[in-house]
């Protein structure tokens, strides 16, 4: 039970992780219909810019605790803000000029635009993984292994609680800009039909732009939280982690906020889950599989609404 307990520990904090990512996936193409492939890209240029801050700041394990907190904060500040800009950049050149062309054009320049990130990230800052010392040490220790210290010891650090609380509070402040401010229902407007949306006085180019710089932002701060959690990034994690968060966006319903949070946990637990107790080598297989099996019997996915189609 206590393997069990910090399995699924662990599960919560990748999942959050992936849920946040999704986010972006899903708020895009809840508005204009497409697939934005170049948004685990903006994940790891997010994690490479909070990298840089980092290490220009000098920050340490070592620095005082305000000190500390103050110096991320400023780092997650202008790693969003850097990041937004990247996600602004990609929505101009690779979806606005070919918003009205046939789907698989921006498709294809979104794969583009991926390959592009890539590639500049692994010139300009090299292949090789890049590796950062932890700086939020400690934790809590829930059980303590049995009197006889032979059973398992389960532990929540500091770091996973920052990674699920943020999660919740981006999620719910999410939610509510969504549902009760004049931009969400901007979005909210565009999503059902951009042309009447248009028509009533919608500005429906800067609330694409500003949907694709919020699921820009969303995923600098997953960047960070990555980083600061596993220790090591390389220009190839955000294809990695894209595919899952994009996995996890259809598995909980593409368009719905909820459903890619609840996708990212489902996706995160399932990998941690069958890496514990199976294979570590096949987790990507079962994650895949659950998809596949939730589509086939639900082709909305768990949280999405049936597509209805305007005549």
């Not at 103050?70 to 979806?95: C, D, K, N, Q, S």
């Not at 006889?148 to 389960?154: E, K, L």
């Amino acid at each position: 039970m206590d393997y069990f307990l910090q399995q699924l520990i662990n599960g919560v904090t990748l999942g959050s992780i992936y849920g946040l990512i999704a986010i972006g996936y899903t708020m895009v193409y809840g508005i204009i219909g497409m697939i934005n492939f170049a948004h685990g890209d903006i994940f790891m240029i997010g994690s490479f810019i909070a990298l840089i801050m980092i290490v220009a700041l000098g920050i340490t394990a070592a620095t005082p605790l305000l000190l500390l907190i103050a110096a991320l904060v400023l780092v997650l500040v202008i790693a969003m803000a850097l990041t937004a800009f990247w996600g602004w950049t990609v929505e101009r050149i690779a979806y606005r000029p070919l918003r009205g062309s046939f789907r698989l054009a921006p498709l294809i320049t979104a794969i583009g635009a991926s390959i592009a990130l890539q590639n500049f990230v692994q010139i300009s800052q090299g292949a090789r993984n890049k590796p950062l010392q932890p700086l939020v040490q400690g934790g809590f220790q829930l059980t303590d292994g049995g009197a006889d210290g032979s059973g398992f010891v389960v532990q929540l650090s500091y770091m996973q609680i920052l990674i699920i609380v943020s999660t919740v509070v981006l999620m719910l402040g999410f939610t509510f800009l969504i549902n009760h401010t004049s931009l969400g229902r901007s979005q909210r407007a565009c999503e059902q039909d951009r042309k009447m949306a248009a028509l009533v006085g919608v500005n429906v180019d800067r609330t694409i732009s500003l949907t694709f710089v919020m699921g820009a932002a969303l995923a600098a701060v997953a960047g960070l939280m990555f980083l600061m959690y596993y220790g090591v990034v390389d220009f190839f994690i955000g294809f990695v982690a894209g595919v899952k968060a994009f996995t996890a966006a259809v598995l909980g319903g593409i368009g719905s906020l909820p459903g890619a949070m609840l996708g990212g946990l489902l996706i995160g637990l399932i990998e941690t889950f069958w890496s514990g107790y199976f294979s570590v080598e096949y987790k990507d297989v079962a994650a895949f599989s659950i998809l596949a099996i939730v589509l086939i019997f639900m082709p909305e996915g768990l949280l999405g609404k049936p597509e209805v189609e305007k005549v």
